[in-house]
Nanobody, 115 residues
Framework: QVHLVESGGGLVQSGGALRLSCATS????????MNWYRQVPGKQREFVAR???????SYSGFVKGRFTISRDNTRNTAQLQMNLLEPGETAFYYC?????????WGRGTLVTVSS
C-alpha cells in the first residue's frame, strides 16, 4: 500500500522559513516524480513545485526563487525548503505523486505564516 506522510509544518513569522518533508512507502521512490501542492481552506489546491525522478525541478511562478524542492532517494523522502514566507501562504501543504495514472496524496501539513 502506498503512503505519503508530510511533516515539518508549523507556525512561522512573515519572512521566516520552514522545511517540509514527505516520507513515502509502497512505491519505487527513485522512479517517482514528486510534487508539492498547497490549499487554503475554501480555495482550489494549487501546484507549488515538482521534482522528477532524474532530479529536474520546476516551480510555480509565485515561488520566485524562494522555495527549493529536493529528494533523497536513499531515504525515500522529498523535501520542500520554503524561505521568505508570506502571510498569504498560510495553507495546508500536500505531497503528491502519480502511480500508474492514479494520483496519490498525503494528508497534508499545515503551514501558518503570521504577519
Amino acid at each position: 500500500q502506498v503512503h505519503l506522510v508530510e511533516s515539518g509544518g508549523g507556525l512561522v513569522q512573515s519572512g521566516g522559513a520552514l522545511r517540509l518533508s514527505c516520507a513515502t512507502s509502497g512505491i519505487r521512490f527513485s522512479l517517482a516524480h514528486m510534487n508539492w501542492y498547497r490549499q487554503v481552506p475554501g480555495k482550489q489546491r494549487e501546484f507549488v513545485a515538482r521534482i522528477t525522478s532524474n532530479g529536474t525541478t520546476s516551480y510555480s511562478g509565485f515561488v520566485k526563487g524562494r522555495f527549493t524542492i529536493s529528494r533523497d532517494n536513499t531515504r525515500n523522502t522529498a523535501q520542500l525548503q520554503m524561505n521568505l514566507l508570506e502571510p498569504g501562504e498560510t495553507a495546508f501543504y500536500y505531497c503528491n505523486t502519480n502511480l500508474k495514472g492514479r494520483d496519490i496524496w498525503g494528508r497534508g501539513t499545515l503551514v501558518t505564516v503570521s504577519s
